[in-house]
């Protein structure tokens, strides 16, 4: 975000220096009305080639940063998923341990209570 305020500030002092600049050299400069109407005109559309340059390098750098935050978010969800797939399947695994766990506890439980009511019946 700082690099997009730093190209702003930039790309502001820019077009306002080349203002003053213009400004200044066409009044310091000695030469006719009619000549100095034509340097005008011509700065002046030399400056609005230069601002339409800027600003469709800075629609293009911003168009590359757009893209390249798209598919950073892509990368960040594909391997979000892949952790929660892995994470699904540690907690699938724990609660079939813990069910199994708990069978076998209670089959030993029962098991342990049949042989004793088995051996009072002999």
Same mark, same amino acid.
Do not use: Y
């Given at each position: 975000?700082?690099?997009?305020?730093?190209?702003?500030?930039?790309?502001?002092?820019?077009?306002?220096?080349?203002?003053?600049?213009?400004?200044?050299?066409?009044?310091?400069?000695?030469?006719?009305?009619?000549?100095?109407?034509?340097?005008?005109?011509?700065?002046?559309?030399?400056?609005?080639?230069?601002? !339409?340059?800027? $600003?469709? #390098? @800075? *629609?293009? =750098? &911003? !168009?590359?940063? $757009?893209? #390249? @935050? *798209?598919? =950073? &978010?892509?990368?960040?969800?594909?391997?979000?998923?892949?952790?929660?797939?892995?994470?699904?399947?540690?907690?699938?695994?724990?609660?079939?341990?813990?069910?199994?766990?708990?069978?076998?506890?209670?089959?030993?439980?029962?098991?342990?209570?049949?042989?004793?009511?088995?051996?009072?019946?002999?």
């Amino acid at each position: 975000m700082a690099d997009n305020d730093d190209f702003g500030a930039f790309l502001s002092g820019f077009m306002i220096g080349g203002l003053i600049g213009a400004a200044a050299a066409l009044l310091l400069a000695p030469q006719s009305g009619e000549e100095t109407r034509v340097l005008i005109r011509d700065k002046g559309i030399e400056l609005k080639e230069q601002v !339409e340059s800027t $600003a469709g #390098d @800075a *629609r293009a =750098r &911003a !168009e590359e940063m $757009a893209q #390249d @935050a *798209r598919t =950073r &978010a892509s990368e960040a969800q594909q391997r979000g998923q892949v952790v929660l797939e892995q994470q699904k399947s540690r907690i699938e695994e724990a609660i079939d341990a813990g069910k199994k766990a708990a069978k076998n506890t209670k089959a030993a439980r029962d098991g342990g209570k049949g042989d004793k009511a088995s051996k009072a019946k002999s």
